[in-house]
Structures are given as structure tokens and as C-alpha cells.
């Protein structure tokens, strides 16, 4: 079964460093996404991203955060100037195109990566 | 701003009894709902999902159901299996952002089952 898949698994840094994290979505999606987690914490939304732009962001998503998709399989999260309040799990995720109209069920759902856990020291 | 709350951070069930798990929301524009699983250090794992034209869904040992009136979800799995233990979440998308289904989770409850 396709899988979104997300390296590294484990990431230390120090404040001020730069990270990019990397995610591989599933072959024939075509939109994707970044969720954080700090810990005790619930999901929160980052960035969307579709036909190489970014769709929506959130407040999280400040200037220091950016996104990429450098070729046609890798989506990357790029953190310029890490902060130690960055230390979280980011999630990539990814969902298949979303046809629509009146009644229509929106099937496709977002498969998430393992996740990439980011301690900022 | 809580848009989507599950207010059991914990749930203990014995095994083979039902899991009802609940979940409240506060968006009227949040039209498609879904339940994931999570084990520690893995990432959220679908379960099911359900749009807001229903009021049930079913796969297997999952029911969903949607209470739209009362904005009120619910996960029942039976018969409650130990492999079930997990953190499940609540997670809704909202119709404005058609195309582009911006997810927002609730907290989570931590299910454990009993043997």
C-alpha cells in the first residue's frame, strides 16, 4: 500500500540553525501538506501546498518557514532560523484530487507521514 | 480557539465491550469529518470519514456517527480489540476551503483497552 514516507526520522538542532525536512507524499496526489505537533499538544495545520504554490498557511507559518517541491516526488519544510519553541513532530501529509458538486462525498482523505521529530537546543 | 474539541482526554474500555469515542465542534462550515489513530512517535493513521450529507458510516469494526443539529460526532468501535489502544482523533475540513482541505484536530483521547 503507498505510503507517505519522511526522512529524517530524528532531527537535533541548535537555535539559529537551518532544518529542512523532507517527505516523499504518495505517487499521484497532488496536494500536500505540513501539520506540527509540540508535545501534549494536538495536530495543528501549517501549509498547503498545490500545483507549486502555497494554497493556505497558518499563523505558525511565519517567514521563517517555507516549502518546496524541488522535483517531482520530494516536499520539503525548510525552517531558516530555528527557534527553540520550533522543538515539535511535523507531520507531511498528502490527499488525491477532490472532485466536487452538489452532494457530492469528498473521498479522498489526507495520508500522513511517520513524522520528523525536531528538538531545537 | 477550540473549533474542534474531544473533551475525554482518556478512555478505558475491556476488551470486546464497544469504544464510544466523542468528539464537538464549533464551526458550522466544517462539512467532512474524520477519525485517526495514533501510536507514539508514529504518525496519524485514517480510520474513517464521514461527510455532512450523512449522519452514519461504517467499515467493519467503525461506526461513525454525525449529529449535524447538535455538531457532534462519535467513533464506536466493536468489539474493542487490545491493538485499538491508541490516541484517536477527531479532525474536521471545512466546505470554504474547497480543494484545499485544510485539517483542524481535536485534542485526542487516549483509548486503552483492558484484556
Known amino acids: 500500500e503507498p505510503e507517505v514516507t519522511q526522512t529524517p526520522s530524528h532531527q537535533v538542532t541548535q537555535m539559529g540553525q537551518e532544518v529542512i525536512l523532507r517527505c516523499v507524499p504518495i505517487?499521484?496526489?497532488?496536494?500536500f501538506y505540513w501539520y506540527r505537533q509540540i508535545l501534549g499538544q494536538k495536530v495543528e495545520f501549517l501549509v498547503s501546498?498545490?500545483?507549486?504554490?502555497?494554497?493556505?498557511k497558518s499563523e505558525i507559518f511565519d517567514d521563517q518557514f517555507s516549502v518546496e517541491r524541488p522535483d517531482g516526488s520530494n516536499f520539503t519544510l525548510k525552517i531558516r532560523s530555528t527557534k527553540l519553541e520550533d522543538s515539535a513532530m511535523y507531520f507531511c501529509?498528502?490527499?488525491?484530487?477532490?472532485?466536487?458538486?452538489?452532494?457530492?462525498?469528498?473521498?479522498?482523505?489526507?495520508?500522513f507521514g511517520p513524522g520528523t521529530r525536531l528538538l531545537v537546543l | 480557539d477550540q473549533q474542534v474539541k474531544q473533551n475525554s482526554p482518556s478512555l478505558s474500555v475491556q476488551e470486546g465491550r464497544i469504544s464510544i469515542l466523542n468528539c464537538d465542534y464549533t464551526?458550522?462550515?466544517?462539512?467532512?469529518f474524520l477519525w485517526y489513530k495514533k501510536y507514539p512517535a508514529e504518525g496519524p493513521t485514517f480510520l474513517i470519514s464521514?461527510?455532512?450529507?450523512?449522519d452514519k458510516n461504517e467499515d467493519g469494526r467503525f461506526t461513525v456517527f454525525l449529529n449535524k443539529s447538535a455538531k457532534h460526532l462519535s467513533l464506536h468501535i466493536v468489539p474493542s480489540q487490545p491493538g485499538d489502544s491508541a490516541v484517536y482523533f477527531c479532525?474536521?475540513?471545512?466546505?470554504?476551503?474547497?480543494?484545499?482541505?485544510?485539517?483542524?484536530f481535536g485534542t485526542g483521547t487516549r483509548l486503552t483497552i483492558i484484556p
Open positions: 501529509a498528502s490527499s488525491g484530487f477532490i472532485a466536487g458538486g452538489p452532494g457530492y462525498i469528498r473521498g479522498e482523505t489526507q495520508y
Open positions: 505517487s499521484n496526489h497532488l496536494y
Open positions: 501546498f498545490y500545483n507549486n504554490e502555497i494554497s493556505e
Open positions: 464551526n458550522s462550515m466544517f462539512d467532512y
Open positions: 464521514i461527510s455532512s450529507i450523512k
Open positions: 479532525a474536521a475540513s471545512d466546505i470554504s476551503n474547497f480543494g484545499n482541505e485544510k485539517l483542524t
